[in-house]
């Protein structure tokens, strides 16, 4: 660069007329050049519209549409995998719902299941226990009934003893007997 501004300096300085082209004047504007510049003038636009028309803008179309083709299958594409998505998405929404159906549907019958063992070992456990009440109320009334006729006898005995060491002799026990029992009839219907 620096020889090609080196060179241009030597030119001004040895020719300066021819360099700034003050001697004719300005070209452009003299009549007698004026059909030259319009021949080339139209040779060269001629030819770069041409070229521009018939290289360039085939390929800058060509581009354009492909890049349009290229976008529309782009967007089919994504049309597709969005479509896709949203099936897998409604799939697993229908897989959940039916596995919390499923859920559902077994916890309950686990639950029926349950109370219904619950209650089978409920009444087994109340009739076990009215089997145990009814087999310890009749021990009772029996304990009553042989608590009651030894308490009779005891008291049969004792009141013998005590009569025959306070008067001396011996009573009759079935006097004594018959005195103890009604008087025992009648203190048991107190209590029963």
Same mark, same amino acid.
Do not use: C, H
């Given at each position: 660069? #620096?020889?090609?501004?080196?060179?241009?300096?030597?030119?001004?300085?040895?020719?300066?007329?021819?360099? $700034?082209?003050?001697? /004719?004047?300005?070209?452009?504007?003299?009549?007698?050049?004026?059909?030259?510049?319009? $021949?080339?003038?139209?040779?060269?636009?001629?030819?770069?519209?041409?070229?521009?028309?018939?290289? $360039?803008?085939?390929?800058?179309?060509?581009?354009?549409?492909?890049?349009?083709?290229?976008?529309?299958?782009?967007?089919?594409?994504?049309?597709?995998?969005?479509?896709? /998505?949203?099936?897998?998405?409604?799939?697993?929404?229908?897989?959940?719902?039916? /596995?919390?159906?499923?859920?559902? #549907?077994?916890?309950?019958?686990?639950?029926?299941?349950?109370?219904?063992?619950?209650?089978?070992?409920?009444?087994? $456990?109340?009739?076990?226990?009215?089997?145990?009440?009814?087999?310890?109320?009749?021990?009772?009334?029996?304990?009553?009934?042989?608590?009651?006729?030894?308490?009779?006898?005891?008291?049969?005995?004792?009141?013998?003893?005590?009569?025959?060491?306070?008067?001396?002799?011996?009573?009759?026990?079935?006097?004594?007997?018959?005195?103890?029992?009604?008087?025992? #009839?009648?203190?048991?219907?107190?209590?029963?």
């Amino acid at each position: 660069m #620096k020889n090609l501004y080196f060179a241009l300096g030597v030119v001004l300085i040895l020719y300066p007329k021819q360099g $700034f082209g003050a001697e /004719a004047g300005m070209p452009q504007l003299n009549p007698e050049f004026w059909t030259a510049q319009i $021949f080339w003038l139209i040779l060269i636009f001629s030819s770069l519209y041409l070229i521009i028309w018939k290289i $360039f803008l085939p390929r800058i179309t060509d581009s354009i549409e492909n890049r349009k083709s290229k976008v529309v299958n782009d967007l089919n594409e994504t049309q597709k995998f969005k479509d896709d /998505a949203e099936k897998k998405l409604n799939e697993y929404k229908n897989i959940i719902e039916n /596995a919390k159906k499923q859920a559902r #549907k077994i916890i309950e019958e686990s639950r029926k299941k349950l109370n219904e063992d619950i209650e089978d070992k409920k009444q087994k $456990f109340s009739k076990e226990i009215e089997s145990e009440l009814e087999a310890v109320e009749k021990e009772i009334k029996n304990l009553k009934k042989s608590s009651i006729a030894n308490i009779n006898k005891i008291s049969i005995e004792t009141s013998s003893e005590i009569i025959r060491q306070l008067v001396g002799t011996e009573l009759n026990k079935s006097n004594v007997s018959a005195i103890v029992e009604d008087i025992s #009839k009648k203190r048991m219907e107190e209590y029963l």
